[in-house]
């Protein structure tokens, strides 16, 4: 073997990098928060569902693995070891296996009375609908809010339903700051990568707006909004008093504003603003998929 073909085989991506590795927690963080969110709401005859929800953990990281594969499909970025046969050999085996998974968490659902019988089918349609609609090409000009929604929210509803066999206003309200926090870590990800999109063709949400508004005022109220929301949240009773602690990070929100404000237009330095939405999310993530279980012992 040539040293040119050792060098591209050393940097030929990983399964890791094709299943969207880094991403994960924008799929984990939710399914955790719908899991222990039954600890504090405590719906009539909760009782946790430990398999339910390891299952449905697993089904998470399968889907979302599948539609980072068939993205990288769809977006031509194969290599010589990652044939776009096998990208999309592995996106199908990973979405089909997520489906047998839900599928049989379907048929032990105990839901309530008044719940309807195919609920969680409709919740995997759901998940199916909104992954295709961001990874197609001529489907994706929503992206941006897309991937927040089915992020932010679908994990939560879906992991809430298995625990409780239910699903309340409150669980859609609890779920709103993670819809939040991860809309403003894909916007500034999708800052950073315009120029590229604009190159390729790719039509994304963000494109409505100059660079400058996208950057700045945009940015400035995604931030304003993730913590109204929690206050809300709490005010509503929707999550524990505990979880303000979450706005105890608002100097990181303050600090992604500021520098957003000023380097909007260098793509180079914006990648500080995307590292730090991303502490942001796992930061509001973990405390208000932690608090519930606190309550437990107060």
């Not at 049989?104 to 309807?116: C, M």
């Amino acid at each position: 073997m040539t040293k040119a073909k050792c060098d591209n085989h050393k940097s030929d991506p990983g399964f890791l990098h094709f299943a969207g590795f880094r991403y994960w927690t924008a799929s984990l963080l939710p399914v955790l928060v719908g899991t222990t969110l039954p600890f504090w709401l405590r719906p009539p005859e909760f009782s946790f569902r430990w398999f339910g929800a390891f299952e449905f953990l697993l089904a998470a990281v399968l889907i979302h693995t599948g539609f980072s594969f068939l993205q990288a499909w769809f977006q031509d970025r194969a290599t010589n070891k990652w044939t776009k046969s096998r990208l999309l050999t592995y996106a199908i085996m990973s979405i089909v296996l997520a489906c047998i998974i839900g599928l049989h968490i379907n048929s032990g659902l105990h839901l309530n009375k008044f719940v309807y019988e195919n609920i969680f089918i409709v919740f995997g349609i759901s998940v199916i609908f909104v992954g295709v609609f961001y990874v197609v090409p001529k489907f994706n000009f929503c992206g941006e809010i897309i991937i927040a929604y089915s992020f932010g929210l679908l994990p939560v509803l879906g992991a809430y339903i298995i625990q409780t066999g239910d699903i309340t206003r409150t669980v859609y309200v609890a779920s709103i700051p993670l819809v939040i926090a991860t809309g403003l870590w894909v916007w500034i990800e999708k800052l950073i990568s315009r120029e590229d999109d604009e190159k390729k063709g790719q039509k994304t949400m963000i494109m409505l707006f100059d660079r400058r508004f996208s950057g700045r005022y945009v940015v400035l109220a995604l931030s304003i909004l993730l913590f109204v929301t929690i206050l809300l949240a709490v005010l509503s009773a929707s999550l524990t008093p505990l979880a303000l602690i979450a706005l105890l990070s608002i100097g990181l929100g303050w600090k992604i504003v500021v520098k957003s404000w000023n380097e909007y237009s260098n793509s180079k330095k914006i990648l500080e603003v995307r590292k730090n939405a991303f502490i942001l999310h796992l930061i509001t993530g973990i405390i208000i998929a932690i608090t519930p279980l606190v309550t437990l012992f107060m």
